[in-house]
């Protein structure tokens, strides 16, 4: 079945110690998402990357960078993890970023910062 | 601003019949989804409207009001199952997905 996966999915790491999270699909969707989750709040877009072209969200934070080496993966790197990074981060792809075309969504990976 | 509201939670009984509202305030429109969350996992897709009235997938229906900023996620025969988050997301002029906050459903016996 094609689907997006997300390795690992329970993540902890130590207060200012560099993580990366991995997401990889096999839809073959030209749009890649990466979302921060806390709970019970709405996912949070850090950034997406149109194929290779990256698109950053204003108030993403810069300790929050991404890589998209192919069509198939992504990660999130977080350079130096705080408390306030504790959440669930959530990969998504679509087709396209335009209207009609929703976007599926890995299991997402929890983030403990200790 | 733009911003989403939707009920925070509600609670409704097996077999009954429950509707989610969801309202926005956007930079223009170009489509509102609604996505189920289980605790713990990650969204799933469940409808989308671009334009006014009802859109009927099974037990689940959707609805849009373009000029009231409205729509409604109506879900019928209710399951134990549909106990989740349910996510209003609005699709703004710069084709950037605006999310609400969920809202959480709890099914009783």
């Known amino acids: 079945d094609a689907m997006v996966i997300q390795n690992p999915r329970y993540q902890v790491t130590q207060f200012g110690k560099p993580v990366t999270l991995s997401c990889s699909q096999t839809?073959?969707?030209?749009?890649m998402y990466w979302y921060q989750q806390k709970s019970s709040q709405a996912p949070k877009l850090l950034f997406h990357?149109?194929?290779?072209?990256?698109?950053n969200e204003a108030d993403t934070p810069d300790n929050f960078q991404s890589r998209r080496p192919n069509t198939s993966f992504c990660f999130l790197d977080i350079r130096s993890p705080g408390l306030g990074d504790a959440a669930m981060y959530l990969c998504?792809?679509?087709?396209?970023?335009?209207?009609?075309?929703?976007?599926?969504f890995g299991p997402g990976t929890r983030l403990t910062v200790t | 601003g733009q911003n989403i509201d939707q009920p925070t939670e509600m609670t409704a009984t097996e077999g009954a019949i429950v509707q989610i509202n969801c309202t926005y305030q956007?930079?223009?429109?170009?489509?509102l989804f609604w996505y189920q969350q289980h605790a713990g996992e990650a969204p799933t897709f469940l409808s989308y409207n671009v334009l006014d009235g009802l859109e009927e997938k099974g037990r689940f229906s959707s609805f849009l009001s373009r000029s009231k900023g409205y729509s409604y996620l109506l879900l019928k025969e209710l399951q134990m199952k549909d106990s989740a988050s349910y996510l209003c997301a609005v699709m703004d002029s710069n084709y950037q997905l605006i999310w609400g906050a969920g809202t959480k459903l709890i099914i009783k016996p």
């Open positions: 956007t930079s223009g429109f170009n489509g």
């Open positions: 839809l073959n969707h030209n749009v």
């Open positions: 990357y149109y194929d290779k072209d990256f698109n």
């Open positions: 998504a792809t679509s087709r396209d970023t335009a209207s009609s075309y929703e976007q599926y």
